[in-house]
């Protein structure tokens, strides 16, 4: 039932997102400086209120109603979007309304791993990993559906559709979906639990990972075909591939994760994404681009199935704090991959948009070995620091139970 939820969930975003650019340009007929408007003050917002619902969950409040609330002010957002042609009403209903709907998969992930703990045969990196994938398998199917839907700039299809996504989701929430009991004792002595900190500097190799991958994806179709001749239906195949190859990764990965230190292999992972990266920088042939796509569902497998697990193994007690502090992490790697590579560009290519994301995934890398130094130091230190074992598959939260 979470994986259905996870998909349902993923599937609202995969409709939208990828149009809203097109929508604001050649829907509303507003100029292109609109789009980085629209894109900070929407995410900005959305931000606050991930992190606003992250922290009421570790306080006792129901994931699972703070989920149906998010999820209808995205619906509604949805249906403003479909009846307006208004920039101006877009917009505050973006910030007003749609921002909600970022605090959905933060709920999703922590409703799930607050009924996952509970279980005791569930391998927690695995279940998050499977939570991830869910909404990857959305993203496979979403964008190239939703733009079917807009053919000929009828944007109103493809918002109906994902508001139509939106209240099942909030149906299927309403009737599948337990409540997962949070109180307890031990629970609520937890959640005094100080955040170290060593833990933002995991959170800002995360930041930094999704920074590359955002770099990359976003300058690919450009680059691909205006700067190196190739066929327009070439970057849906390049992303169509790696999709799919990402999938069997990341759930490969939450299931070696019980055996082997998630933090060396997410060290790992940031090592693929460097030679991707520069691979794609001296790539010239379609056949080299699809054998790279191999290394970067490494890389990315790796990336979205053991980064939340590992953010939650340091704060066991925070779950909702976690889950929101790496939504926004992604979404903020975005917003500034987005940008880095529009300045890219302008300066010089979107070839050398890779060279940023090879930046991006170093700065990482360099991240994640500091976060391991800082993490030794203070485990060391003495039995005062509460942290989880990154490099077991025994979750440190083990101890809320």
């Not at 992930?109 to 391998?123: E, H, S």
């Not at 060593?198 to 994806?217: C, D, E, H, P, Q």
Request: aromatic residues 14%.
């Amino acid at each position: 039932m979470f994986f259905i939820l996870s998909m349902l969930t993923g599937l609202i975003g995969s409709f939208v997102n990828p149009l809203m650019s097109l929508f604001i340009v050649e829907g509303l007929h507003s100029p292109p400086a609109y789009i980085g408007m629209y894109t900070v003050a929407v995410t900005l917002a959305g931000l606050v209120f991930s992190q606003w619902l992250g922290t009421l969950a570790d306080k006792g409040i129901s994931a699972r109603k703070m989920f149906m609330i998010a999820v209808s002010g995205m619906a509604a957002a949805l249906l403003v979007f479909a009846n307006t042609s208004s920039f101006w009403v877009v917009l505050v209903a973006g910030v007003i309304l749609f921002s909600m709907g970022n605090a959905a998969i933060p709920q999703v992930l922590t409703l799930g791993r607050q009924w996952a703990v509970q279980q005791p045969d569930v391998n927690l990196a695995q279940f998050n990993a499977r939570l991830r994938a869910a909404i990857s398998f959305a993203w496979i199917g979403g964008p190239p559906l939703g733009y079917a839907l807009a053919a000929g700039v009828d944007f109103d299809r493809s918002f109906y559709m994902a508001a139509f996504f939106a209240l099942v989701a909030l149906c299927f929430a309403a009737v599948f979906i337990p409540e997962v009991a949070t109180s307890s004792p031990q629970a609520s002595n937890h959640r005094t639990q100080k955040t170290p900190a060593y833990f933002w500097l995991m959170v800002l190799a995360i930041t930094f990972g999704s920074v590359g991958n955002i770099m990359y994806s976003s300058a690919l179709p450009l680059y691909v075909i205006n700067e190196l001749g190739f066929a327009t239906h070439t970057p849906g195949i390049f992303m169509g591939l790696v999709a799919c190859l990402e999938i069997p990764v990341m759930l490969y990965a939450g299931k070696l994760a019980h055996k082997r230190n998630k933090i060396k292999m997410f060290g790992v992972a940031f090592g693929c994404a460097m030679v991707f990266y520069i691979g794609v920088f001296f790539a010239t042939q379609v056949w080299q681009l699809i054998a790279l796509q191999f290394i970067n569902a490494l890389f990315y497998g790796v990336f979205a199935g053991l980064g939340l697990t590992i953010l939650q193994d340091q704060l066991p007690a925070r779950i909702g704090f976690t889950a929101a502090v790496y939504s926004n992490a992604i979404k903020v790697g975005m917003m500034l991959g987005t940008t880095a590579t529009g300045v890219l560009a302008q300066f010089f290519s979107f070839r050398f948009a890779t060279i940023g994301a090879f930046c991006a995934a170093g700065a990482a890398l360099s991240c994640l070995l500091l976060f391991n130094y800082r993490k030794n130091l203070a485990r060391n230190a003495g039995p005062n620091h509460i942290s989880g074992n990154a490099g077991s598959g025994q979750l440190a939260g083990s101890q809320v139970q």
